[in-house]
């Protein structure tokens, strides 16, 4: 995306500060609206479906793509924070049996606002990377004290996520029609969870460790 801006590829979308494909992340990017973005994508796909776009006179495709087998997964953004929140109601209704007993599974929250816990964001990993067996106490006995260790009931679960752009001043709510124009992307992403720590660990408030 840098060499292409040095060529001029984008100069004609306004807004647009081309310096930021300078940097190794897209923040500074995403951090922009949704109609640069817009721009930017429509302007990147004529020059790779037109063989006879002007730019093509200054570099070829094959000089700003690399080939499918080299290419290395990276991290696309910093992440900053990252919320996880119950959009399955078989989801939230499984884990509420393992933590609270069928009989009280899914609280009464559930149906009327979008239940969402934080999450450890330096824990976002891109595919591929090694992950460790978390450690931590969990209470296997309930008539005897917690123990510390790695967790023995992990699991993992197959999710969407959204990466968000530009945000909002500080206390000035978003209304829901305001919201997708602050999604940069969506991504599939693996939920590991530490069963077995979180079950010990949430109460009362919120999970610490037992999510990556």
Known sequence: MSALAKTGLFSEINGLDTSVFDSPQLNEYMSLNRTIWRSVRQSLQQFLCDETHTVRKQINVDDVAVPIKEVRM?????????????????????????????????????THLPVGYHGRASSVVVSGTPLRRPNGQRRPNPDSPPVFGPSTRLDYELEMAFFVGPGNSLGTPLSVDEAEDRIFGVVLMNDWSARDIQAWEYVPLVFCTDTV
């Open 74 to 110: 990276h991290m696309p953004a910093k992440i900053g924070d990252y919320t996880d929140f119950y959009a399955s109601r078989e989801h939230a209704t499984n884990v509420g049996v393992m933590f609270r007993g069928k009989d009280n599974a899914l609280m009464p929250n559930w």
